[in-house]
């Protein structure tokens, strides 16, 4: 069965800190990988993508993830965090054209000090 | 467009009492989920559809029914609730082709006392 691991639960950074959160799952065939982001009291909003072609990925408000296929990783970065950036991020897999769900890691929790 | 809505935002429910989220997108979505949030656990799939008619169940099911009748809505109801489903719960949606990129409703935030 697939699953999503995000090692880090809790993350507490200064603002301007660089960011590297990280995702690996263990489905062994074609993926789709999403980062999904949760502002406090708010629904689930889609930060970025990987489908295909280049591993390394854009999403908005300058994140960032690279699809490394061999380490089973999709890695969120940012290079510079804002208090802002103050929220819930969830990793998630979906096992190509075989299915129809996709499967959440446990979640982020990242605090930016002021 | 409104995207996915959900009501209602806020629940207390008593328990063995039952009640309906209700769930609603304007999108033309084929594929609809429910999906219940529990702090530190991440999302967990309850049921899902991939169009009318059709639905399935995901990891926990149990406590849980769905109808899905028309395309737009994706109604989920609780028999006989119990403290265990006190929980944030959220729909989502999306379509073929897309992936399974899914776009996400408000929440439901029901407490079971």
């Known amino acids: 069965a697939q699953s999503v691991s995000q090692h880090n639960h809790h993350v507490i950074l200064s603002e301007a800190a660089s960011l590297e959160l990280g995702c690996n799952y263990s489905?062994?065939?074609?993926?789709?990988l999403f980062w999904y982001v949760q502002y406090p009291g708010q629904h689930l909003q889609l930060l970025l993508k990987?489908?295909?072609?280049?591993?390394l990925v854009k999403g908005i408000k300058g994140f960032e993830a690279e699809f490394i296929k061999s380490k089973f990783s999709f890695n969120l970065r940012k290079p510079s965090v804002q208090w802002s950036d103050t929220a819930e991020y969830f990793c998630?897999?979906?096992?190509?054209?075989?299915?129809?769900?996709?499967?959440f890691g446990k979640g982020t929790r990242l605090h930016i000090l002021p | 467009n409104a995207g996915v809505t959900q009501t209602p935002k806020f629940r207390i429910l008593k328990i063995g009492q039952s009640m309906t989220l209700q769930c609603t997108q304007d999108?033309?979505?084929?594929?609809m989920y429910w999906y219940r949030q529990d702090p530190g656990m991440g999302l967990k799939l309850i049921y899902y559809?991939?169009?009318?008619?059709?639905?399935d169940k995901g990891e926990v099911p149990n406590g849980y029914n769905v109808s899905r009748s028309t395309t737009e809505d994706f109604p989920l109801r609780l028999e006989l609730a119990a403290p265990s489903q006190t929980s944030v719960y959220f729909c989502?949606?999306?379509?073929?082709?897309?992936?399974?990129?899914?776009?996400f409703g408000p929440g439901t935030r029901l407490t079971v006392l």
């Open positions: 990987y489908f295909s072609g280049d591993p």
């Open positions: 559809s991939v169009g009318a008619g059709i639905t």
């Open positions: 999108m033309n979505h084929n594929y």
């Open positions: 989502a949606s999306s379509y073929l082709g897309s992936h399974n990129e899914q776009f």
């Open positions: 489905y062994g065939g074609t993926v789709n």
């Open positions: 998630a897999v979906n096992a190509g054209r075989r299915d129809d769900k996709i499967i």
